[in-house]
């Protein structure tokens, strides 16, 4: 049980999977971030950006640019976690049919 409760330590919350699944797609900038993740405020996302970081599941790269432009990845730590991701997913989709039918 020590196992499941560091995982859910990492990724608990509302968005953190969310996130994660977002990137699972590639690198993206905070504002398409903001587009993808439905319903999340910048100031949580930047604060969730910065935890996935902490945790090496995040990298962030600021180029030199004007306007600086910042933008986030998975790591390679990042990517073992597209495997669960994706059996979340599609444990809630059968959910939903089951449920709900569709």
């Given at each position: ?32 971030l903001i ?34 432009t910042v ?10 976690l597209k ?20």
């Open positions: 049980m020590v196992a499941v409760q560091d995982a859910m330590d990492i990724l608990s919350g509302k968005w953190k999977i969310m996130i994660i699944g977002s990137l699972s797609f590639g690198k993206k900038r905070f504002m398409e587009r993808d993740v439905t319903g999340i405020g910048a100031k949580m996302l930047s604060k969730e950006l910065k935890d996935l970081e902490d945790n090496d599941l995040v990298k962030r790269t600021v180029y030199d640019t004007k306007p600086v933008e986030y990845e998975l790591t390679e730590y990042g990517h073992t495997e669960v991701i994706g059996s979340i997913a599609q444990w809630g989709s059968e959910h939903r049919k089951r449920i709900f039918g569709k």
